[in-house]
């Protein structure tokens, strides 16, 4: 079965400075990949997805992952994040042989110093 | 509507009490998911509809745990005999259909706690 690994659970950073997120998955093959947010309060919203092509994905919010086959990882960055971006996210895996169902890690939940 | 919508928002319930939680997908959605979001638990899948087809249940954690989705549209995840243990966020989430491709969206959730 698939699983996903976020060793982070708690990050600080400045706002301004640069933001990276971590997330290693277990699955045979090639599995579909994404990032999700959720704001304190609020429902899960979609960052980015990988499905297949370019390794380097861009979503919302100024946040980009990449997609590295040889250290089954797909982490989460943004170059310089806002007070806003305080939240908490989340990796997940889909394989469609399992069911169309998602896979999600812990979360990592990030603070903004100011 | 333009989201998933769940009610209610919040349920505070006596433990032993069944509650019965709503999800109304985005229009057109042919999927729909269940999560639950608990502390020390994470996120984890409960059931899945996908048309006509036979619901996915393998993720429901016992048998007081049901879920039906009428005409398509509407589903009610409902738990009977509640424990403190059921205590938890339920998510409700529909995409378009093939997983593949498909964004799968989700609600804001059921707050549950039951007492």
């Known amino acids: 079965a698939q699983s996903v690994t976020q060793p982070d659970i708690h990050i600080t950073v400045s706002e301004g400075a640069s933001l990276e997120l971590r997330c290693n998955y277990s699955y045979g093959a090639t599995p579909y990949l994404f990032w999700y947010v959720q704001s304190p309060g609020q429902g899960l919203q979609l960052l980015l997805k990988y499905f297949s092509g370019d390794t380097l994905v861009q979503g919302i919010k100024g946040f980009e992952a990449e997609f590295k086959r040889s250290q089954s990882s797909f982490n989460l960055r943004k170059p310089s994040v806002h007070w806003s971006d305080a939240a908490e996210y989340f990796c997940?895996?889909?394989?469609?042989?399992?069911?169309?169902?998602?896979?999600f890690g812990g979360g990592t939940r990030v603070l903004v110093k100011p | 509507g333009a989201g998933v919508s769940q009610s209610p928002s919040n349920k505070v319930t006596e433990k032993g009490k069944d509650v019965e939680l709503r999800c109304d997908p985005i229009s057109g959605h042919t999927a729909l998911y269940w999560y639950r979001q608990s502390l020390g638990q994470g996120l984890e899948f409960l059931i899945y509809f996908q048309g006509n087809s036979a619901p996915d249940k393998s993720g429901l954690p016992s048998d007081r745990f049901s879920a039906e989705r009428t005409g398509g549209s509407v589903s009610t995840l409902t738990i009977q005999r509640t424990q403190q243990e059921d205590s938890a966020v339920y998510l409700c989430?529909?995409?378009?259909?093939?997983?593949?491709?498909?964004?799968?969206?989700f609600g804001e959730g059921s707050w549950l706690t039951v007492v």
């Open positions: 997940a895996v889909g394989v469609k042989a399992a069911g169309n169902k998602l896979t």
């Open positions: 989430a529909s995409s378009q259909g093939q997983f593949s491709g498909n964004t799968i969206y």
